[in-house]
């Protein structure tokens, strides 16, 4: 007979990690996590530059851990050894190269579709990330200098002139962690920076002042161009020359998996949850970043996996 796992978790990243290490450490007998890459974290791996300090405390965020997991301050490479540790020590069972295509609920029981076979739960947490499929500009990028365009800190080097577009806590920290070794423009197109959290606000400022970062603030973006190996960036003001130009513009919601699961969304987009994590459809859940609308902190996409295994143990007596 094929195993009927007590809970389903679907991605790898620290919501995910966290709900299975919480799940084995409270009491679920089968766990399997699910995640659609060859390992856990991929959002910290592909966007995350190497040695980038990972705070508990988020940008400031001060957060009391709940549950089992004793997260701490350290770098990229760090926490991703950490997680390691996790998996490795609460023998999780773990499923990578597998993406779920689809979930449905059948006389109280979960089947989730995947590449790698059908799974069947009683419980199922969906945590996937939305920086999987950053948004991108509306202008055309064209292929010459696709190799120059970044959504991400991949392949930036030193010495380069860079542009960094976007209006968010992400831009913000690319445009510093950037300037150490770069000359850096941070363009948005509105005329103040009213997105980033009050310590990135204070960052950005301080880099300013010492021109470390120039902005260009209040100034739109119409098209690219390549101009002798160069990235021409034509603004509504003139255009300038970079080396590179890094989108940090967000990421979106990947509606069309939250429907294939089955999971109502508003009207924006956004999955309908209560305060337990729980969607509308009884027994399943979401944690991680898919549960913020505006940015959150690993520890507290830990604290969400906490919460909803003891949730669902409760459901369960």
């Given amino acids: 007979m094929q195993t009927l796992y007590d809970l389903i978790i679907i991605g790898g990243g620290p919501g995910g990690i966290g709900a299975a290490v919480e799940a084995k450490v409270l009491g679920l007998d089968k766990v399997l996590m699910i995640e659609k890459t060859d390992n856990h974290s991929h959002t910290i791996r592909k966007f995350y530059k190497d040695n980038k300090r990972v705070d508990k405390d988020w940008q400031g965020q001060a957060v009391e851990l709940e549950g089992n997991v004793d997260f701490f301050d350290g770098t990229k490479e760090s926490t991703l050894d950490y997680f390691d540790a996790l998996l490795d020590d609460e023998r999780i069972d773990t499923q990578f190269n597998c993406a779920v295509e689809k979930v449905e609920k059948k006389d109280g029981v979960f ?68 300037a150490e070794n770069n000359e850096v423009t941070l363009n948005y197109r509105r005329e103040s920076l009213t997105r980033p959290n009050p310590t990135n606000q204070k960052m950005i400022a301080d880099y300013c002042a010492k021109d470390a970062v120039r902005t260009k603030l209040g100034v739109d973006i119409e098209s690219l161009e390549n101009e002798h190996g160069k990235v021409k960036v034509n603004f509504t003001d003139g255009p300038e020359l970079f080396d590179r130009v890094i989108y940090a513009i967000g990421g979106t919601t990947p509606k069309d998996f939250l429907k294939s699961c089955g999971i109502t969304l508003d009207e ?40 909803i295994v003891n949730h669902i143990l409760e459901r369960s007596k």
Wanted: glycine fraction near 12%; proline fraction near 6%.
């Fill in 111 to 178: 089947h989730v579709q995947s590449s790698c076979g059908t799974y069947n739960a009683k419980y199922v947490i969906v945590s996937i990330g939305r920086m999987g499929k950053p948004n991108k500009p509306s202008y055309k990028i064209p292929p010459s200098v696709r190799s120059q365009v970044n959504f991400n800190l991949d392949k930036c080097g030193s010495g380069e002139k860079i542009l960094v577009v976007g209006g968010g806590d992400s831009a913000v920290e690319y445009a510093c962690d950037l």
């Fill in 268 to 307: 924006n987009g956004e999955p309908i949850f209560d305060e337990n994590y729980e969607t509308e459809v009884p027994g399943m859940y979401i944690a991680g970043d898919i549960a913020f609308k505006s940015g959150g902190s690993i520890a507290i996409a830990l604290n969400h996996g906490y919460r």
